[in-house]
């Protein structure tokens, strides 16, 4: 193999690599006891902490576009897979629920390949979503309450064979208008727009679409890629959420955020000469 063959191989393999790395810090805060929700959804098990206050800046954002816009409908998703839209969509809804403006919440898995909102809320996959589809159970049947206030949610229900076709019936249609007349917000978790048509049909069923993006791994090109299809497919895309950033608080803001939040992290000096910034010390599981 000459030279250069070898070095494009080697970049190459370095691409394929970052993107099938996992995010190796596990922002987990705190859990609960007695309950099955992942520890991840930290909306729920630390509602108060840093990183649940960054859901709450995004529910601001969907509040003000609900109140001018009347946008009640939502859809999550990214260009590829694992980029954290299931986590983003159960801690984003959970906030919204959590608000003390009571409004219901519905949170629908859609992602009738890979749907993981079940493990993520310790409860069974099915029956869910494709279920109604197919026309095996009623609407009503299968929207669960996961013991979290003004939250419902549908999962995902069997693995069907046809899950692109099932979400652009129009049964998919006319399921998800007569929820918007029963719920304030609904937020639904999608596959990802890059290897499947499904995100690019339920973005034009909602009112928006908002886009994961994991910071370090996606590609420019492949958010772009992923923004052209959403557009093709009259999807409207809303704004994006990065994931897997670090906190890098400088010091005032830290001693800022402790005094008033009233919120104790252990932080740990980064650079370790003076420690002008400090870091939020990530617990792993
Ligand atoms: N904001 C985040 N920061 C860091 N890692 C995250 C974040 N959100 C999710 N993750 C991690 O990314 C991985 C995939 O998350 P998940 O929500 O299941 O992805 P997707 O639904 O896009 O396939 C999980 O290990 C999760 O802990
Ligand atoms: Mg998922």
């Known amino acids: 193999m000459g030279k250069i063959t070898e070095a494009l191989k080697r970049v190459t393999d370095d691409r394929v690599a970052r993107i099938q790395r996992k995010p190796e810090t596990q922002y987990v805060v705190r859990k609960l006891e007695d309950t099955n929700i992942d520890a991840h959804i930290v909306s729920f098990h630390d509602s108060s902490s840093p990183i649940a206050e960054q859901y709450k800046i995004v529910r601001t954002n969907l509040q003000t576009l609900r109140a001018e816009k009347g946008y009640k409908s939502f859809a999550l998703t990214s260009a590829i897979n694992g980029e954290g839209k299931t986590v ?42 494709s279920d109604v589809l197919k026309g095996e159970v009623q609407a009503e049947d299968i929207i669960v309450s996961p013991n979290i206030d003004n939250l419902s949610v549908i999962v995902s229900g069997k693995m069907p064979k046809n899950p692109a076709e099932l979400l652009g019936s129009k049964k ?59 557009y093709q497919a009259h999807a409207k895309t809303l704004g994006y959420i990065m994931t897997n950033i670090e906190y890098h608080l400088p010091h005032y803001l830290y001693r800022y955020v402790q005094e008033y939040g009233g919120y104790k992290y252990a932080y740990k000096d980064e650079d370790g000469n003076g420690g002008k910034k400090k870091k939020v010390s990530q617990v792993s599981r």
């Not at 159960?90 to 906030?95: E, K, M, Q, Y």
């Not at 390949?113 to 079940?118: D, N, T």
């Open 88 to 129: 983003t969509t159960l801690n984003l809804a959970i906030s919204v629920a959590h608000d003390l403006d009571h409004k219901s919440v519905l949170l629908i898995d859609a992602d009738m390949r890979k749907g993981k909102l079940a493990q993520y809320l310790g409860i069974e996959r099915s029956p869910g979503l």
């Open 172 to 230: 998919m249609k006319s399921l998800l208008t007569s929820l918007k007349n029963k719920f304030d917000y609904i937020f639904i978790d999608t596959p990802p727009v890059m290897p499947l048509t499904d995100a690019c049909t339920l973005g034009s069923l909602v009112d928006g679409v908002v886009l994961v993006i994991q910071a370090s791994r996606t590609q420019r090109g492949v958010v772009k890629h992923a923004l052209g299809r959403l």
